[in-house]
């Protein structure tokens, strides 16, 4: 007779879909949403208390600005709407961790993804985006939250289907 052991999470901490909810609700919570300092020029950012030890924040975005393309590493997480609408611009590739500094996409990868007010999205790790607020006049807001807090960003360029590797941004460089 063999004994099988139980099966243990691999990772402990919250789910993407907690994460999810959490984004969701606190996005819904207008006393939270709105004591984000806006800047027409620039993004604007607060720290949250996220659940379960992951780490959080409220972006405030103005018309036209985007984060570029990057990556969250061995992090998942997730996004919600607060204000505003955001669109995202997502890989369905997960992307080599290590020993490459570009690479050709392949046709098919792309999505996009239109966030209105009110939802969100949750991802797995190693998620590739671009977030975006396109309109033309409406600031937007947005509640973010990751599990494990985030170790490290990689950032990209994109030059049609070839992905650059350009910086690695660590906790340091956002707090
Ligand atoms: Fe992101």
New binding site residues.
């Given amino acids: 007779m063999s004994v099988v052991p139980a099966p243990t999470r691999v990772s402990a901490g919250p789910t993407a879909a907690e994460l999810l909810s959490f984004a969701l609700r606190t996005a819904a919570d207008p006393e939270i949403v709105d004591s984000l300092p806006l800047d027409p020029e620039g993004r604007t950012w607060m720290r949250l208390d996220g659940p379960g030890g992951s780490e959080a924040w409220l972006i405030g975005w103005p018309p036209g600005t985007g984060?570029g393309w990057?990556?969250?590493a061995e992090s998942r997480?997730a996004?919600a709407t607060a204000r505003g609408r955001l669109t995202e611009h997502s890989l369905t590739v997960r992307l080599p961790a290590e020993g490459w500094r570009s690479l050709v996409l392949a046709a098919d990868v792309d999505r996009e993804r239109a966030l209105p007010e009110g939802t969100g999205r949750a991802?797995a790790e190693h998620?590739v985006?671009?977030?975006l607020n396109e309109s033309p006049a409406e600031h937007a807001v947005s509640v973010?939250a990751?599990y494990p807090p985030l170790p490290l960003?990689r950032r990209f360029s994109r030059n049609g289907p070839a992905l650059t590797l350009e910086h690695v941004e660590r906790p340091a460089d956002w707090q």
Avoid: K, L, S
């Fill in positions: 984060t990057h990556d969250h997480g996004f991802f998620h985006h671009e977030v973010h990751y960003i």
